[in-house]
């Protein structure tokens, strides 16, 4: 507990949000208080922490530390989905499926329904891929160390020859937007 104090207090939006939750559910030891998970949760977001604008949007829509406020969570669900959280999207969902401080449209629920699925499929093909390249980032590795201690040239070229059909495959596999992030 303690550390994540400390990180939060450092300015740590992800202890900040570790620590909302810590004080959202009671745990560790800790005193379940809707306010000081509040206060964790809104300095985190104020740095960007989707995670975090995601919990104020809940807190807001439960009154949980804060007076219930539908307008107030729809805001910060909106900015958290605006950038990809799937979780936004799926309480965005809600609030138009029954009604929670919008009118109730069960267009605009199955619209937001559908793209939390779409954020959830982008987010799991992004875990994917990252596997993939550490995954081929290890084999890359693991060959060119064979071929380094191989004193036979035969096997040493079927090596090279192995590590540049990888790499190759790497490069091919792996849309260039995301390889431009590493």
């Known amino acids: 507990m303690m550390l994540f104090t400390c990180s939060a207090e450092e300015g740590y939006a992800v202890a900040q949000f570790k620590l909302g939750v810590i004080y959202t559910d009671g ?54 989905a605006s950038q990809g959280h799937p979780a936004s ?12 401080g919008v009118k109730e449209d069960p267009v605009k629920a199955q619209e937001w329904r559908q793209s939390y699925f779409q954020e959830l499929q982008r987010l799991e093909n992004q875990q994917a891929e990252c596997a993939f390249i550490q995954s081929s980032s290890n084999l890359t590795g693991s060959l060119r160390s064979l071929s380094a201690s191989v004193n036979d040239p035969s096997l040493s070229q079927g090596l090279e020859e192995a590590l540049t059909v990888l790499t190759e495959l790497t490069e091919l596999s792996t849309p260039s937007d995301f390889r431009s992030r590493w």
């Open 89 to 100: 999207h799926n309480n965005l969902a809600r609030m138009y499926k029954f009604g929670l």
């Open 27 to 80: 745990l560790v030891g800790v005193k379940q208080d809707y306010f000081k998970a509040f206060e964790w949760y809104l300095k985190g977001a104020s740095q960007g922490n989707l995670a975090s604008q995601n919990n104020l949007g809940t807190m807001y829509c439960n009154g949980q530390g804060v007076k219930q406020d539908y307008v107030e969570a729809r805001e910060w669900w909106l900015q958290a």
